[in-house]
């Protein structure tokens, strides 16, 4: 099977600092991976590279398109890297409002990007975001609601809604859960994780909690100081983890 998406040797410094050395792996259609460390790991920067939203200093992106196979997502041209994070690409920030547009009405956030790829007929676009609005658990009747009148977990939930109603293949998703009380956590955990295996969704999540990628994530890279130190299956990283950064995190969650 040809990986949806392959990293290779992908680097980034600032200065004299690094930001993620040597990151090489392969994501398949479907799979989960989760990109685990403290702050300062690594892990977002990491991620902004390979969303296209950080020039690396080094390194390939390669994307299995859908009309030309592999391309490298890092030379593609702007217009090119536009297109694909309005279709097959979605990006999760960790504060919603930095993936809403404030002042457009929740039915508004997910019909631009239904606009953006070329739907024109109103009452399609309408009826698509009341869709997806259902979907992820807001009512109908606030789908001309500003996201300024939500609540912090159901300006996560549009977010989503605004990102998926392209049916991207490939989601990045940066602490998806970051910010939020924990039983908005539990929520969202559950809707994120159905909508991953309804839609057959490849994701990628950055995240310092270690029960969201048990609860989402197929296999887990461990980073530390920019590099991966430890990378498995999610439930062998973590119920054994064989480096000891990885003991250190598993077991610091352990003690709390």
């Not at 910010?179 to 990628?204: K, T």
């Not at 609860?215 to 062998?236: F, P, S, W, Y």
Request: with cysteine; aromatic share 4%.
């Amino acid at each position: 099977m040809t990986p949806l998406l392959s990293v290779r040797g992908l680097r980034k410094t600032y200065g004299g600092r690094i930001g993620c050395e040597d990151v090489s792996f392969d994501l398949y259609p479907g799979e989960v991976m989760g990109i685990v460390g403290e702050s300062g790991s690594g892990k977002s920067t990491l991620l902004n590279c390979m969303a296209g939203h950080l020039a690396p200093d080094a390194g390939e992106v390669l994307f299995d398109t859908r009309d030309r196979g592999p391309v490298d997502t890092l030379r593609m041209s702007e217009p090119e890297r536009r297109m694909l994070g309005r279709t097959d690409w979605a990006f999760v920030h960790q504060n919603a409002r930095d993936g809403l547009r404030m002042s457009v009405s929740a039915g508004g956030n997910v019909g631009e990007r239904l606009m953006a790829v070329g739907a024109r007929h109103y009452g399609d676009i309408r009826g698509k975001a009341l869709d997806w609005l259902d979907r992820v658990e807001i009512a109908a009747d606030r789908v001309d609601d500003r996201p300024s009148a939500f609540s912090g977990g159901m300006q996560q939930r549009l977010q989503i809604a605004r990102n998926l109603v392209t049916g991207p293949r490939l989601v990045f998703m940066d602490e998806p859960t970051g910010g939020l009380d924990v039983s908005v956590q539990a929520r969202l955990l559950d809707l994120l994780r159905g909508l991953v295996r309804e839609m057959g969704l490849s994701a990628i999540i950055v995240t310092h909690d270690l029960a969201v990628v048990r609860l989402l994530a197929d296999r887990i890279m461990v980073m530390k100081g920019g590099r991966v130190v430890e990378a498995g299956l999610t439930d062998q990283v973590l119920d054994d983890p064989q480096h000891a950064y990885s003991q250190l995190l598993v077991s610091s969650v352990l003690q709390v």
